[in-house]
C-alpha cells in the first residue's frame, strides 16, 4: 500500500524557517516525480515544489523560489521542504504528492497519483 505521511508543520513567526518532511511508502522515488501542494483558506490548491528522478527537472513556485528548498533523502524514502523567510501569505495546509513518472503538467493536482494528508502550516505576523 502506497503512503505518504506528511510531518514538520507547526506555528512559526513571520521570518522564521520549518522544514515539512513526507515520508513515503509503498514505492522509491526512482522514476517518480514528488513535490509539494499547498492550500491556503479560501484560496485554490497551489504547487509549490516538485522535483523529478525522471529528468532530474526540479521546480519552484514563483511566489517561493529563493526560499523554499525541495530534497531528498532516497535511503530513508523522505522528501522534505525547507521553509526559510515564512511570509504570513505562506500559511496553508501542505500536501505531499507523487506520481510515477514525469507528469506532463507539474502544477495540476489531478496529475499524481498519491497525496499525503497534509500538515498545517501557520505563520504569524
Known amino acids: 500500500e502506497v503512503q505518504l505521511v506528511e510531518s514538520g508543520g507547526g506555528l512559526v513567526q513571520a521570518g522564521g524557517s520549518l522544514r515539512l518532511s513526507c515520508a513515503a511508502s509503498?514505492?522509491?522515488?526512482?522514476?517518480?516525480?514528488i513535490g509539494w501542494f499547498r492550500q491556503a483558506p479560501g484560496k485554490e490548491r497551489e504547487g509549490v515544489s516538485y522535483?523529478?528522478?525522471?529528468?532530474?527537472?526540479?521546480y519552484y513556485a514563483d511566489s517561493v523560489k529563493g526560499r523554499f528548498t525541495i530534497s531528498s533523502d532516497n535511503a530513508k524514502n523522505t522528501v522534505y521542504l525547507q521553509m526559510n523567510s515564512l511570509k504570513p501569505e505562506d500559511t496553508a495546509v501542505y500536501y505531499c504528492v507523487a506520481a510515477h513518472g514525469r507528469p506532463l503538467l507539474l502544477t495540476i493536482w489531478g496529475e499524481y497519483d498519491y497525496w499525503g494528508q497534509g500538515t498545517q502550516v501557520t505563520v504569524s505576523k
Open positions: 509503498g514505492f522509491t522515488f526512482e522514476d517518480y516525480t
Open positions: 522535483m523529478s528522478s525522471v529528468d532530474g527537472v526540479t
